[in-house]
């Protein structure tokens, strides 16, 4: 089987990195398409070298733009790539413009495509990513949800013949460095001079948080106030948006950080006393590691985080500051993101399909 992944964002490298090992160990012929959607070394080359990734066969440069421009162009580029070869199957993961462009261009060139993480919503329609995710899934010949609640709305949307549950190829990544993450000593404490357990670790990215000047000052505001230090992690959007509407990140319990690369972000998670975020990916990263989260949203897609008590929806300054300073929930053995082994999963469906 030939097979061929389109990745461009940060958190499609680290959904990669298992996902080529597993193809790797069944013989798979495997070629890997870098749309270069993100393209500064922080959100993208640290995950191919820390996670051991071939290096992309493909580099199609596209870079930023508006939603149509920047997906319009991996489009283009996109056809001439996949005819060029011709795999058995496109795999596309969750649901960035890469994720759409991708699905789009296989579907209408009659080549098989998968969708990672299909099935998830927000139900909001205002978010990029559910427009993405929503056509990709209704394009894709071959669903693999991470959840059963996953697995629920593409029943819901008619999709389910075409689904198959696989758990959450996140989990495999986070459970193979845990372990020697816990080990060493955190460079981000020691470089800050923070105690474990003395800090709150902190992420925004989104449109809706980061691109409306008022928005932005009422989260800087909120997380300047709190009761501990917050290291912000600070994407380049933030950082954009924020000099372009005059707010200072390094204000009050701010101390603003470059991104981290994944061993040090799941070190720096396991040694604060909890998240703060608008991040799909560290809503679930901090479940798994069993460390309090507050999610910067009016909802999440990752519901099992809010069911099992370890993640709070938060948006204003009072519930901010209440989210972080809540209880810890009791502790669970519940395991809504499989085993572990969710990418073996996902290279057999492919094989038998
Ligand atoms: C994208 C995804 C989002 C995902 C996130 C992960 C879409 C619509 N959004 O959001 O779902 O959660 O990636 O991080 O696909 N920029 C840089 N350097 C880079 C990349 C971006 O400076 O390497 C800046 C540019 O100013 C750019 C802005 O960040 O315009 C936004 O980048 P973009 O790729 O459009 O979306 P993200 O916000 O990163």
Redesign the pocket.
Known sequence: MKLLSVV????QFVKLAPIARAAAEAGVEHIIVHTG????P???DVFFEELSIPAPTVHLGV???S?GV?TGAMLGALDAVLTEHNPDWVLVY??????VAAALSAVKLHYKVAHLEAGLRSFNRRM??EH?RVLTDHAADLLLPPTEVALAHLTAEGLADRSIVVGDVMADVLYQVRDAAAGGPSQLLESLSLEHGGFYLATL???DN?DDPARLAEIVDSLSSLDRPVVLLA???L??KAAEFGIDLATGTLIPHQPLGYSELIAAVMASAGVVTD???LQKEAFLLRVPCTTVRTETEWVETIDLGWNVLATSREQIAAGVTRPWPAATDAAPYGDGHAATRVIAALLQH
């Open positions: 461009g964002a940060r958190p959607q993100h393209y500064d922080l959100l993208s870079g930023s733009g939603h920047q969750g649901d960035t413009n890469s994720t990029p990513e993405n990215h989104r449109a980061t994407h380049p959007r950082i954009a991040s799909g990916g």
